[in-house]
């Protein structure tokens, strides 16, 4: 059976947008949707830009237009409402604030079409389904730990994506990265669909802006223990840029962050890298202005039981050489 929703999106076009055609722009304001669904929702008469009708494809947008968009969107697969318990932080009538284990999908898709964050949503705040992707505003990869803000009403949803396109709301994320990185900086990097391996993303000089700031906050031997800031949200892209500047997150595979010990590790020390079978990172902080009243916000998430683990075995280690250390 094939359900039908009724989902109006809105955006707004960003500066560094001026003189792209208009289905790129949407292409990028709107990722979970591809780019040839969009022109023919624009060939359909089904984009406003300013409240007007924009048609054609090609049009070029120049930098703060409101773009809307109300579309009904085919269901095949009506996502089902599981009994699966939420970390809730914050919440009020309009916003949900989750701290999201390890080991824990954020969005239902190919490999997991359940046991995901939306299907606990749609149980515990059934009326969340009137919420475009029952109000998901943002995503953690499957083993990111940490603050995530759900929107439960529409109104909150449209503003929250905003404030994420405006780079009003603060993300800082605590990681354990390899090498040894003596000072802070930013990563600058456009990023995109890795040219050959599509799951992955990848830094490209045609792709989207993707900004990361980064500070030291202590080291170890062969790893620097990182405080990190998005200023763009791109998929993986800490793990990217983190990759780009050669120095991978401890435990990803993925992009290069395999256990690399240092020479003399202990057995156990070994033990603790081996069992930390995931990217060393977590979403520590988040701060937004509430989109309803206004009110600045700021939440914690202190670090997880496997990372604080990790961390304890990386001191130790270090206290045990620094004797050894030339640095």
Do not use: C
Not at 139 to 157: C, E, F, H, S, Y
């Amino acid at each position: 059976m094939i359900f039908m929703a009724q989902i109006t999106m809105s955006a707004e076009v960003q500066p560094h947008q001026m003189g792209q055609r208009l289905d790129q722009t949407l292409a990028e304001l709107f990722p979970d949707y591809s780019r040839s669904r969009l022109k023919t929702w624009i060939e359909d008469e089904l984009v406003l830009l300013n409240g007007k009708v924009a048609n054609i494809p090609r049009e070029k947008v120049y930098g703060g237009e409101q773009v809307e968009i109300t579309v009904e969107i085919e269901d095949e697969n009506r996502f089902e409402p599981q009994n699966i318990p939420l970390n809730i932080v914050y919440e009020d009538d309009d916003i949900l604030v989750i701290n999201k284990p390890k080991d824990f999908v954020v969005h239902p898709g190919a490999g997991n079409p359940n046991g995901t964050v939306l299907n606990a949503l749609l149980y515990h705040y059934p009326q969340i389904t009137e919420v475009p992707r029952a109000g998901i505003v943002h995503r953690l990869d499957k083993d990111t730990t940490g603050l995530m803000v759900v929107a439960k009403t529409i109104p909150a949803q449209t503003q929250l994506v905003r404030a994420l396109q405006k780079r009003k709301i603060t993300r800082e994320y605590e990681a354990i990265a390899f090498g040894i990185m003596t000072k802070g900086g930013t990563v600058d990097e456009p990023m995109s669909r890795h040219p050959t391996k599509r799951t992955l993303m990848a830094v490209h000089p045609m792709g989207k802006p993707a900004v990361t700031h980064y500070r030291v906050m202590e080291h170890f031997r062969n790893y620097t223990r990182l405080r990190l800031r998005l200023e763009t949200g791109r998929t993986h892209q800490i793990r990217v840029h983190m990759a780009h500047i050669a120095h991978p997150l401890l435990g990803d595979q993925t992009y290069g962050g395999r256990p690399r010990p240092p020479k003399n590790a202990s057995e156990e020390f070994m033990s603790v890298l081996r069992n930390f079978q995931r990217q060393a990172l977590h979403a520590i902080m988040l701060r937004l202005e509430h989109p309803i009243t206004g009110e600045l916000m700021e939440w914690h998430a202190p670090l997880p039981e496997d990372f604080v683990e990790l961390v304890n075995a990386l001191k130790a280690d270090y206290q045990l050489h620094k004797d050894e250390l030339d640095y």
